[in-house]
């Protein structure tokens, strides 16, 4: 299913960031437009499994977990953590639970089975139903997680953001845009951790799938003409509903490549949420001093391949370092060591 839905992705040189659930419960109840359509439980599960009142875990499933190992060295592939069961306990979601203790035993077992099926620590931790408790943030990010999410919920969360710009709108987008997004895609409100704020599931079954082309082709070209990040979701189980052996929506998955082949004639860097966690992480460690004529620049840690972009062509007025113009108006700093200073300059 997943090579079926992204082979064209990956032919158009995107990389696909995949949440995992560590051991998904089987009895998950659906939201309401997949219930419309008669199923008892969620689609997430193949119908063989659904309703047996337990969980099965990615460890049952060697050969679903060595495909997804092949696509991570491949560089098509990133892997996140996506909850533990996808289960609500006591009737809300599992990450949603006030008490401590009990969410970071959750935690702690979900990023276990999931560095014990994989090999190495998750990163990005994708909240399920995107709900999270203040308890639960903060453990997140005391455990060093990054979080991709629609838009944040906390009211101290609210305030800062906009203080730094970024605003958040407190409601679902539908494909038809009634206001433009605003503010920025990534947030962090601690140093080194980021809230990587996604652009929301346009094309799915909820949608018209032309509406949804169009809508997206709006947001990107915003994010796009701003230096924003883009972040596009969606269920990979929709596009074969249900569990059909080939994909089913056609109108939606034909309408999704469009998108990406739009999205494909911009110059952009196609990366996963991990890369785009370190590389903000990286930008933030820069010491940056900008004038009419001159360009002064400080890294905490190594840095490779910085680019520049100037309208006249700079000089290193100080520092070791060359430059090299890689593209018309774009130029590139290849290594940086760790706090050398760096001084460019455009005054004859």
């Known amino acids: 299913m997943l090579e079926k839905l992204y082979q064209d992705a990956w032919k158009m040189g995107f990389k696909i960031s995949l949440a995992v659930i560590p051991k998904i419960a089987t009895d998950i109840i659906p939201g309401k437009y997949v219930a419309s359509r008669g199923l008892r439980y969620t689609p997430m599960v193949p119908p063989n499994v659904r309703g047996k009142h337990g969980v099965r875990s990615i460890l049952e499933n060697k050969e679903l ?9 491949r ?33 702690l077992e979900a ?8 090999g190495w620590k998750p990163k990005v931790f994708v909240p399920p139903w995107e709900l999270l408790s203040v308890e639960a943030r903060d453990l997140l990010r005391e455990m060093g997680f990054h979080l991709c999410r629609r838009y944040p919920r906390f009211l101290d969360e609210y305030l800062e953001s906009f203080s730094r710009g970024y605003y958040p709108i407190p409601f679902k987008r539908r494909p038809i845009i009634l206001l433009k997004d605003l503010g920025s895609n990534s947030v962090s409100f601690k140093s080194g951790i980021f809230d990587l704020r996604d652009n ?14 169009k809508a997206s082709r709006e947001i990107f070209l915003k994010n796009y003409e701003n230096w924003n990040a883009s ?17 089913s929506m056609t109108h939606i998955f ?24 370190e590389w903000l992480r990286k930008y933030q460690a820069l010491r940056i001093q900008s004038r009419e004529y001159s360009l002064k620049i400080e890294t905490m840690e190594p840095m490779s391949d910085l680019a520049i972009q ?6 290193v007025k100080r520092g070791k370092t060359r430059l ?15 706090k050398e200073r760096i001084e460019l300059s455009t005054e004859i």
């Open 65 to 73: 977990v060595q495909y997804l190992i092949s696509k991570v060295k």
């Open 254 to 277: 034909d309408n999704f490549n469009k998108f990406l082949q739009y999205v494909s004639g911009f110059n952009i860097w196609k990366c996963g949420l991990d890369e785009l966690a």
């Open 231 to 247: 972040i596009w979701c969606n269920h990979y189980w929709e596009f074969f509903f249900d569990w059909q052996k080939e994909i």
């Open 200 to 213: 929301g599931y346009f094309f799915s079954m909820l949608y018209d799938a032309e509406s949804s082309r």
């Open 310 to 315: 100037s309208e006249k062509c700079p000089k």
């Open 75 to 107: 560089d098509q592939v990133q892997l996140l953590l996506h909850g533990l069961e996808h289960q609500r306990v006591d009737g809300a979601p599992e990450f949603s639970s006030r008490m401590v203790e009990q969410t970071k035993r959750r935690l």
């Open 324 to 338: 090299v113009e890689i593209e018309n108006g774009i130029y590139l700093l290849p290594t940086l060591s760790p």
């Open 111 to 118: 990023s276990r089975i999931f560095e014990g099926t994989f």
